[in-house]
C-alpha cells in the first residue's frame, strides 16, 4: 500500500488529493522505487490545471522527479541492485508514471543512480532543471565562452540551471526578473547582470551589456506578446529558445527581427534529450561533473511533506520561490 497523490478532475491545487493504492509489482524494464523525495515541476501545475502539452487521463497521477531506493526490480533490469540510491529523470508520461508517492513503480530508463555527495533533498532538484538547460544551451545552442544568455524568469529551478551551466562554460548569464525582489539573490547565485522587466527596457539594456552587439542566446520558458522585445533584444544571427508557455496569450512572430537579424527561434522539450538515449548520457556526464565540481549546486526555495502537497503547489503558483520546492515522504 502506498500514499499516491493523483486528481481526479483539473482545476486548482485543491483538487489534489492522496489515496491509498495497491502498486501492481513491476513488470519488465521497471523497477519499484520507494521515495524520499520528490521535485516539483511546473509542467505538473499546468497538467494538473489542463493545460499541457497533453490531456491528462482522468484520475491522473503527478510527478517528474524523485529520489529513492530500489525495492524491487522487473524482468530484463540488470543495470541495478536492490537497494540502490537513485534519481528518478523526467521520461515518461504523466499518464503512464508519476512519483508524487511513497512507493512508485516507474520505467528503468528515466532512473539514474544517484549522484556522490548530494542530499536527498537536492537529488529531487538536478535532472529536470539541469537537463533542460543543458540540451538547449549546450547540446543544440553550442553556448560558448564569452557568448550574453538572456534568461527570463530567471529565479526559477531552470533558470538558476541556465545561469549556472553559463558560467560554467564561461558565458555571460543576464537574468531577467519582474521585479526586484529577486534581483540581489539572483546575482548572488551567479548572474553577471540582472535586467527588471517592469522597469527596465529589455532591449536597450541588452544593448548596453554588450556594448551594441546584442544577446546571442535567449532561453525563454514565457512566450507570449513579450517575444518581441527578446527579439529586439538578439544580436545577428542569435538562437531564442522557447521552453514554456507561462504566459497564455498568444505569442506572435517576431518576423522583422527574424529577418532583418537572421535569427533562430524554436520551440525545444527536454523530452527531446530524454527520448534519444545517446544525448540524454552526455547530459548525465555533463550534469554529474558539473556537481562533482561544484560548478552546478541545486538551489532549494523550501521542502513540504507529501501530506502538504495542495501546499506546495499553492506556494509554486505563488511565484514567490527562488530555486526549487521539494516535497519529503515519511521514508526520508
Known sequence: MSKVA??????????IQLDDMELAAPKADEVLIS????????????????HYLETPELPARLGYEASGIIEQLGSNVSQFNI???VNVIPAFSMNQYGTYAEKAVLPVHAIVKQPANVSDIE????????LTA???????GQLSVGQTLLIPAASSSVGLAAIQIANQVGAIPVAITRTSAKKALLE??????????ETDKIAKQVQLITNGKGADMVFDPVAGPAINELADACGRFAQLFIYGVLDTEATPFPLFAALSKGLTVRGYTLFEITQDSQRLQHGIEFINNGLASGHLKPVIAKTFTLDNIVAAHQYMESNQQIGKIVVTTNNA
Open 6 to 15: 493523483r486528481f481526479h478532475q483539473t482545476g486548482g491545487p485543491e483538487v
Open 134 to 140: 543543458w540540451g538547449a544551451l549546450i547540446d543544440i
Open 188 to 197: 548572488q547565485y551567479g548572474a553577471k547582470h540582472v535586467i527588471v522587466s
Open 83 to 85: 537497494g540502490d540510491k
Open 123 to 130: 537529488a529531487a532538484a538536478i535532472w529536470m532543471q539541469y
Open 35 to 50: 521515495i524520499n523525495t520528490i521535485g516539483l515541476n511546473r509542467a505538473e501545475v499546468m497538467f494538473r490545471s489542463g
